[in-house]
């Protein structure tokens, strides 16, 4: 397996949609109550989060970059676009 960078914001995403997945789980185990609105705000909030956490680290590997003298990274070729 190729090794690859650790994203701490798709860790965030995918922690609160499995939030969400656990909490209609409960719901359709008849565990508890759920009603159809109360998800929308733990998706929201979990990818707004998510996408601060990610521009947050982006930000600290382009200043670890620029600091180490490596200067900003060039563009993957294998990337889209």
């Known amino acids: 397996m190729l090794r690859h960078e650790f ?3 798709r860790l965030v995403a995918g ?3 499995a ?3 656990a909490i209609y789980a ?3 185990g008849g565990l508890w109550e759920t009603p159809w609105f109360a998800v929308i705000p733990v998706v929201i909030g979990g990818l707004c989060l998510a996408g601060a956490v990610g521009v947050l680290s ?3 590997r ?3 970059a620029v600091a180490a003298g ?3 990274a060039e563009p993957r070729l294998d ?3």
């Open 26 to 28: 409960g719901d359709a």
């Open 19 to 21: 939030l969400a997945g």
């Open 62 to 64: 382009r200043r670890r």
């Open 7 to 9: 994203q701490p914001g």
């Open 79 to 81: 990337a889209p676009g």
């Open 70 to 72: 490596k200067g900003p």
């Open 15 to 17: 922690a609160f949609l």
């Open 58 to 60: 982006r930000g600290i």
